[in-house]
């Protein structure tokens, strides 16, 4: 920061401090819009996908192959009437989805789309993402105790428990991906992928990535592990009191920590804006390709595979959700930290690296 | 460039302001949390003073006082359960069986 | 100058944030205040190179152990409790005693001058960067009390399930 106002050499009359915040600020922009209109477009992504695979059409209505429909459900949604419940903790009630996307956006802040593109390169990235993740419950917990109902009252329960318990999961199997890059770094983290000889992590982290999976689903409230949303039993989970524009904060929510998910996925993972460099030698023309393409469409297929699973499976049970959580997945990603970190120590004592 | 007083009287402020609502206040859970404040206090004069005397001791230090603070919370709160379970109120005042 | 203006926006926030944590009758708003506190110390450590502390700080108060506290309020039914007096008959002893102690601390604290300086400045931390350099320091120096604090861990966990759990038989 000192450094940095020092550096008052002046372009245009313009000092360099507010240049470098004006830049900031409009890179904030640029991901905001950019990471919402995806989020709108993952919604009639989700409705197609799922709507195919049950063999209907999804939405067609609003215009061509219903393209349109997102931006309908949001004028609708921000047109709708604003029920607050009677005996609702007011303030709470207001600030609880607010409080819920904003944990979610603020993870945006450190994740890279392509090299040198990402608005705060921290060194300690990761955490400032296990940080916001975790932060991603109070939205969850407020909104169901200030609703001051039942149904709300219930789904929150549940979904807190669900989401503090699979936290550990989550944050557990990213550890053997930071012993591999030996950086929590995110950009240093891709970077170091590329250099190793698969190009991707998923390689040698598989037990890390199948544990990842599982716990970001039950961390994002998906299906299967959509406990506290049950329609058959809670009718809505710990929304079920909102309505117009709260309710739509909330999905936004939701689906901005899909995103998120899968970024995290991508970048820790499958290596990122890169190709393996393998796939460069066999084919070297897709070099040209920027790394944005490529990232945007290893996150639609992480997204893919959200939907992909909820269309197929069943609900699970709440003790078996718990019984997942702590006596699978927690024992995988600790053997895995183990082999990870073993495997490097003989390794790197061997020479090779 | 800040003092490292400063810092130390932070410090020292939020500490007391956690031990007056430890004293004072009734209801076991806000007793908890003033408890939680005390702990912060100590570790702003901790990280503090890592920075100023470039040692990262204190660092480390705040790290355990994080684990040993979490640990009390885990077991301070079961106790509340408990507490809640069989006497159906958690305010300090209302336990005074033992009083003669 | 500038650096000024921080540490008095973040000391002014913590000091109201903990004042009203500890005066609030409803339990869950003094959670929530302390919420808001925990953010502003993580933001000072920032301010005083701590980077990888300050986002533990995050992760395990405001993620975790306060995440239990409004776990627990939500668990208990607290309407009667939250009608009763919220301070003890005789607070401003308390007060007392805490204004006393604190001019100890401050009258104290006017003596205190650095020592010997360490091997860690900021050039070396930010050199090594910072989580490698707590790491390196965690592991080397302090491996015993580490094993210790994951020791009183555990005793927390097998302690809270032994308590919370109800009797089977």
């Not at chain 1, 557990?172 to 190009?199: C, D, F, K």
Request: net charge positive.
């Amino acid at each position: 920061m000192s450094t940095l106002i020092a550096l008052e050499t002046a372009r245009f009359g313009i000092p360099q401090w507010l240049w470098t915040i004006g830049f900031i600020i409009v890179k904030i922009a640029v991901v905001l819009g950019g990471v919402m209109l995806h989020v709108a477009y993952a919604t009639y992504f989700e409705r197609k996908v799922i709507g195919r695979m049950q063999n209907r059409l999804g939405p067609m209505v609003v215009g061509p192959y219903g393209l349109l429909q997102p931006i309908a459900d949001g004028i609708k949604s921000f047109f709708k009437e604003d029920i607050i419940p009677t005996n609702a903790d007011k303030p709470i009630f207001f600030m609880a989805p607010v409080l819920g996307l904003m944990a979610a956006l603020s993870s945006l802040a450190v994740v890279p789309f392509f090299n040198g593109f990402v608005i705060a390169n921290i060194n300690i990235g990761l955490l400032f993402l296990f940080a916001m993740s975790s932060l991603a419950v109070y939205g969850v917990i407020l909104g169901g105790w200030a609703s001051n109902s039942k149904f709300s009252f219930l789904g929150s329960l549940r979904a807190s428990a669900q989401v503090i318990s699979y936290e550990v999961p989550l944050g557990l199997s990213l550890v053997g991906v930071m012993i591999m890059a030996g950086s929590l770094n995110i950009t240093e983290i891709v970077n170091a992928q590329s250099r190793y000889p698969g190009g991707m992590y998923i390689t040698a982290q598989w037990l890390g990535f199948f544990v990842f999976v599982v716990s970001a689903i039950a961390e994002t409230n998906r299906s299967p592990f959509d406990l506290p949303e049950a329609e058959q039993e809670l009718i809505a989970g710990f929304f079920t009191e909102y309505s117009g524009m709260r309710f739509a904060l909330f999905f936004m929510a939701e689906y901005t920590g899909m995103i998120i998910m899968s970024s995290i996925a991508v970048l820790c993972f499958l290596g990122g804006w890169t190709i393996p460099p393998f796939v460069l030698k066999i084919l070297p023309f897709l070099g040209v390709v920027p790394g944005i393409v490529w990232f945007i469409m290893k996150l639609y297929v992480c997204i893919f595979f959200y939907y992909w699973i909820r269309s197929t499976l069943p609900r699970y049970r709440y003790d078996q959700l718990m019984a997942i959580g702590w006596k699978v997945l927690i024992p995988l990603s600790l053997a895995n930290i183990v082999i990870t970190a073993v495997l490097k120590i003989l390794l790197h004592h061997t020479g090779t690296p | 460039m800040i003092p490292l007083n400063w810092y130390l009287w932070l410090s020292g402020v939020v500490f007391c302001i956690g031990m007056f609502g430890f004293v004072t206040r009734r209801n076991i859970i806000i007793m908890l949390l003033s408890v939680e404040i005390m702990f912060n206090g100590v570790n702003i004069s901790l990280i503090a003073l890592s920075h100023y005397l470039e040692d990262l001791a204190g660092q480390v230090m705040v790290f355990f006082v994080i684990a040993v603070a979490a640990a009390e919370a885990a077991i301070g709160l079961a106790l509340v359960i408990l507490l809640f379970r069989s006497k159906e109120t958690i305010t300090v005042d209302d336990l005074n069986e033992l009083k003669g | 100058m500038i650096n000024q203006v921080f540490f008095f926006y973040f000391a002014v926030v913590i000091v109201a944030m903990s004042l009203m944590a500890i005066t609030r009758r409803q339990v869950l708003h003094g959670v929530l205040y302390m919420l808001l506190l925990f953010f502003h110390i993580a933001g000072l450590y920032l301010f005083l190179n701590a980077e990888f502390i300050s986002a533990v700080q995050i992760i395990v108060y405001a993620g975790a152990i306060m995440v239990l506290f409004l776990f627990v309020i939500m668990l208990l039914n607290l309407r009667e409790d939250v009608r009763k007096k919220q301070f003890i008959a005789v607070w401003p002893m308390g007060l007392l005693v805490s204004v006393g102690i604190l001019m100890v601390i401050l009258m104290s604290m006017l003596t205190v001058h650095i020592g010997t300086k360490g091997v860690w400045g900021i050039a070396q931390i930010e050199r090594a960067t910072q989580t490698v350099a707590v790491g390196t320091v965690l592991y080397t120096q302090y491996l015993f009390p580490f094993e210790v604090a994951s020791l009183v861990l555990l005793v927390a966990i097998i302690g809270a399930i032994v308590l919370a759990k109800k009797r089977l038989r």
